[in-house]
């Protein structure tokens, strides 16, 4: 068993929806990769493709800090056939900048699919009944995560699929069904189970055998119920900062990295905390969180 553990930018604030406006006020590229590697992580995440840099700025990054790319996040709409055919340009884009920064030296990193939702999805965080794909539904779906993952293999890469609050593969019935509909593995990530209406300890025995990426993340149930509540989207959920700092949230997280080892896991684990950031996000703390989050994990992986 041989764990590498990698943090990730959304955790600093930074991904694909924060707003512009934003990024000016938190860490940037060198500050993120430099806070990780000082609390002792070994990888990275891409974030949005391009906040790394590209080519041999990228290299130069990765190089200076001594991570690792651990993954990217590569969304598609895989549940419409014509906006799938349209996207797949972006999927080839981001596979040219995992196939710039990859060392043959590391562990090597997992393009990460995840679906894309809609509206009626993205406004119902939690699922909800009549929403799920069946049928041809269901296996036109199938069908283009198998395109998407032949190109990624092409490259060299081998896939892997997040489960993802707000899309098609959500809930623990959802992701059966796509594992039994696709060969591609799994990215088990705790807090989106969690938010997905998923017991994680369950969920890891329960599709252990067709995990090949961790994303450890901690969630605050009574966050997403609000949001429910007063019938709130995704975007509502990470506004309200229900990911939360490893331990302080409702995850098991002792319970799921002792199973994690009994089953001799061998990968990734990267450390999310996603963050909408606001005027008032404190880059302090978040840098703290993320020094916070590691010692946790390591002084459990000693145990």
């Not at 590569?74 to 340009?89: G, H, K, N, V, W």
């Amino acid at each position: 068993m041989s764990i590498d553990i990698a943090g990730a930018p959304v955790s600093f604030g930074v991904f694909e929806l924060t707003d512009p406006a934003a990024m000016a006020h938190l860490p940037g590229p060198d500050r993120v990769v430099e806070v990780l590697a000082g609390a002792g992580y070994t990888g990275v995440d891409l974030g949005p493709v391009g906040f790394l840099g590209r080519s041999e700025e990228l290299r130069e990054r990765l190089r200076r800090s001594g991570l690792a790319l651990c993954g990217g996040w590569i969304d598609l709409p895989f549940s419409d056939d014509a906006r799938f055919a349209a996207a797949l340009p972006g999927l080839d884009e981001a596979l040219a900048v995992f196939a710039d920064a990859a060392d043959p030296r590391a562990r090597p990193p997992k393009p990460t699919l995840a679906d894309s939702g809609d509206e009626r999805r993205r406004a119902n965080p939690g699922g909800g009944a009549g929403l799920s794909l069946t049928g041809e539904r269901l296996a036109a779906f199938a069908r283009n995560v198998g395109v998407a993952a032949r190109r990624i293999r092409d490259r060299g890469f081998e896939p892997t699929f997040h489960h993802h609050v707000g899309t098609y593969v959500e809930t623990p019935d959802e992701i059966d069904a796509f594992l039994d509909a696709c060969d591609v593995d799994l990215t088990f990530d705790t807090g989106h189970l969690l938010l997905g209406g998923g017991d994680p300890l369950a969920g890891w025995r329960r599709w252990s055998s067709r995990i090949n990426h961790v994303h450890l993340k901690d969630a605050d149930l009574a966050v997403l119920q609000a949001v429910r509540a007063r019938r709130g989207s995704m975007v509502d959920v990470w506004a309200s900062r229900g990911f939360v700092a490893l331990g302080e949230g409702d995850l098991d997280v002792a319970g799921i990295v002792a199973a994690v080892q009994e089953d001799g896991y061998d990968g990734w684990i990267v450390i999310e905390q996603d963050v909408l950031p606001t005027a008032d996000t404190s880059t302090t703390v978040l840098e703290q969180d993320q020094v916070l989050n590691i010692t946790r994990l390591k002084e459990l992986l000693k145990r």
